[in-house]
C-alpha cells in the first residue's frame, strides 16, 4: 500500500518538477501573406528580402516607406496599405524573433 502511494504520489509531481512548458507563440494570421514572397517564418530563398531577424525599428521604418509610397518596389507600396499601425508593430516583432 506505501509503494503504491509513493507511485501516485511521484506520477502526479513529476509534471510539477519539469517546470513550465516553452511557449511558442503562433505566427500572426496575416503574416502568411508575407511567406507568400518572404519565404516562410520570413526566410526568403531568393533575391527578395529575408525579413527573419530584421531589426523591429527598421522594419517599421521601411514599411511605413512603403505605406506612404515613398518608396516602391514591386508591390509592397499596394500591399502595405491593407495593414494598421499596430499590425505592421506585431510584424515587426515576429519577424525580429525569426532566426535568420
Sequence with gaps: MK???LIL???VSLPALAGPAKEVAPP???AANCANCHGTDGKAKSAIPTLAGKDKAVFIEQFKGFKTGATQVTIMHQLAKGYTDEETAVLA???AKQKP
Aim: proline fraction near 8%; hydrophobic fraction near 50%.
Design 28 to 30: 500572426p494570421y496575416f
Design 9 to 11: 504520489t511521484a506520477a
Design 3 to 5: 509503494s503504491l502511494v
Design 93 to 95: 516583432d515576429y519577424f
